[in-house]
């Protein structure tokens, strides 16, 4: 079955500069959330969309924006970048169900690894 | 307080033991939890959902839901090594797309 598809990978940029990471969801899945994970950490939410709009917003810094397209794949975009910004990014998807709110199941990319230097 | 409490561990048991993971949330509009299983540099895999006050069961997994007490655990049973890795809580409220996760309990399974 198809799964979530991230790129790149793995990503070194310098600090300050600026980084986009994508995102494509499982097919027919209408939902998109990023996630940053840091060393020991629980994955802390930044941001969703539905049906292309932004759904609901968690603790992504100002620095960073997102989008999500008419194929609705997503990108995440980071600028200023700061070494603390080092970590792993997934991003998820899911379909929303009709009349039964909150019980979608989410299902996670393998993940982009930026390191900052 | 943070919203999704578990311990960290780590926790380990021995091989064919069963391994209880504890969780609890501070929001009672919660409406939706999860258990996803993450080995190191992985991405997080769903192990469990659960709604309802209750049991639920699959396979070697048990998931317990009391939202009176705010509540959920993760009963796995004969242990393998395989299952040695981070579980995580995750906690979705009412409304909201949000989903918040709780700092993980790494589990050692000794052969």
């Known amino acids: 079955a198809a799964g979530v598809i991230q790129s790149p990978r793995h990503l070194i940029k310098e600090k300050r500069e600026t980084a986009t990471l994508k995102c494509y969801p499982i097919p027919r899945h209408d939902t998109v959330y990023w996630y940053q994970q840091g060393p020991g950490q629980d994955p802390q939410f930044l941001i969703s969309f539905y049906e292309k709009m932004q759904s609901d917003k968690g603790s992504i810094p100002d620095r960073f924006s997102a989008q999500q397209f008419s194929d609705y794949h997503s990108e995440l975009n980071m600028s200023s970048l700061e070494l603390g910004d080092s970590a792993l990014y997934f991003c998820?998807?899911?379909?929303?169900?009709?009349?039964?709110?909150?019980?979608?199941?989410?299902?996670f990319g393998p993940g982009t690894r930026l390191l900052v230097l | 307080q943070k919203e999704v409490e578990q311990n960290s561990g780590p926790l380990s048991v021995p091989e064919g033991a069963i391994a209880s993971l504890n969780c609890t949330y501070s929001?009672?509009?919660?409406?939706?939890f999860f258990w996803y299983r993450q080995y190191s540099g992985k991405s997080p895999e769903l192990i469990m959902s659960i709604y309802s006050n209750g049991d639920k069961e699959d396979g070697r997994f048990t998931a317990q839901l009391n939202k009176a007490s705010q509540y959920v655990s993760l009963l796995i049973r004969d242990s393998q090594p395989s299952d040695s890795a981070t579980y995580l809580c995750a906690v979705k409220g009412g409304g909201g797309f949000k989903t918040i996760f709780g700092a993980g309990t790494r589990l050692f399974v000794k052969a």
């Open positions: 929001d009672r509009g919660s409406q939706s």
């Open positions: 998820a998807s899911t379909r929303r169900l009709a009349g039964v709110q909150n019980q979608e199941t989410q299902y």
